[in-house]
């Protein structure tokens, strides 16, 4: 079974930056685009960021500039830079397929922003 594994968060002040991580047992990334979502208390996970299998990528326009999603499929993992870190960034932050049938969450990983 698939199973995806969130790291890298935690608390960070406004204007700071966190890289966060998401590896997935097998090689799962072959072939699939993926893509980092975030979740806050009483709001729909939200797409964030999103990598092709080629690494085309596209941003949620909140983080465009700010944020790099990047994949490194030999090490079935992707990666989140985000920068220039706002306190609306702050969420649970998760990976998955940017399409068809998601893998079964992980736990995601908390990223908080503020002072």
């Known amino acids: 079974q698939v199973q995806l594994v969130e790291s890298g968060g935690g608390l960070v002040q406004p204007g700071g930056s966190l890289r966060l991580s998401c590896t997935a047992s097998?090689?799962?990334?072959?072939?699939?685009?993926m893509a980092w979502y975030r979740q806050t208390p009483g709001k729909e996970r939200e797409f964030v960021a999103g990598?092709?299998?080629?690494?085309?990528?596209n941003y949620e326009d909140s983080v465009k500039g700010r944020f790099t999603v990047s994949r490194d499929n030999a090490k079935n993992t992707i990666y989140l830079q985000m920068n220039s870190l706002k306190p609306e960034d702050t969420g649970i932050y998760y990976c998955?397929?940017?399409?068809?049938?998601?893998?079964?969450w992980g736990q995601g990983t908390q990223v908080t922003v503020s002072s």
């Open positions: 097998g090689s799962i990334f072959w072939g699939n685009a």
């Open positions: 998955n397929r940017n399409s068809g049938i998601v893998f079964p």
């Open positions: 990598i092709t299998v080629t690494g085309n990528t």
